[in-house]
């Protein structure tokens, strides 16, 4: 079944290049390419689309913002960010507007198709190399916070929630645990209630500001 894309970008042969190895696949069809947030989010309303890929720096209006316009038009709306940052910060709001992928800009030929279909899917998408960083990010006093928190959970919560913080899917901690996805979903449920956490990526943000790995 074909996948709608719509791709912004404010580099124009970047732009290009990126519509190129997206529809080299045969099930990918970018069918809007804009140049600033404020040219993404207008196609948005006026045309039908599956999938959206956005620079997170663009002029008029970031990919932030116009990722945030459109999730409240369309809250189930697989969003993908293209970044040169590998800082925690830019990665951290793009998980509290609800993104479901976020590839760097040096590794966008190797994994764009893959993030395309991951999020497609349901499922976040990151590349390996923010993901490696990212867990290196630690420190004493967030530590310190992680381990009062911890007394709220059962170890089986504790464990996935690390799992979580590797980013890891459900159904891979699934795997991993010999669960069904079904038993990992009900946990992280009955984590979110315990933390009094809500919205996208919930678990995966607070496990990350936690340092829970």
């Known amino acids: 079944m074909e996948i709608r894309l719509l791709i912004a970008d404010d580099h124009p042969i970047f732009l290009k290049g990126l519509k190129e190895v997206i529809e ?36 008029r209006m970031n990919g932030l913002e116009a990722a945030e316009a459109m999730l ?7 969003v993908i960010f293209l970044t040169m940052h590998k ?19 040096e590794n966008a030929v190797s994994d764009i198709v893959h993030a395309i279909y991951k999020a497609k899917d349901g499922d976040l998408y ?11 990010k630690t420190s004493a006093l967030q530590r310190q ?13 504790t464990h996935i929630m690390k799992l979580i913080s590797e980013y890891k899917s459900s159904k891979e901690i699934g795997e991993e645990l010999f669960i069904s ?13 315990k933390l009094n956490l809500t919205g996208k990526n919930s678990l995966l943000r607070f496990a990350l500001e936690q340092n829970w790995g």
């Open 126 to 136: 990151l590349s390996p190399e923010i993901s490696a960083y990212l867990l290196k």
């Open 145 to 157: 916070s992680k381990n009062d928190l911890k007394a709220l959970l059962t170890p089986s919560e």
């Open 87 to 105: 800082e925690k910060a830019p990665f951290l709001k793009a998980l509290e507007i609800g993104a479901m992928g976020y590839v760097l800009k």
């Open 24 to 59: 080299m696949d045969a099930d990918l069809k970018v069918v809007v390419s804009a140049k600033n947030g404020q040219e993404a989010l207008h196609a948005f309303q006026s045309q039908n689309v599956d999938v959206v890929v956005l620079d997170i720096d663009m002029p």
């Open 72 to 78: 409240q038009i369309r809250p189930t709306l697989p």
């Open 181 to 193: 996805e079904k038993t990992v979903s009900n946990h992280r449920m009955n984590i979110a209630k």
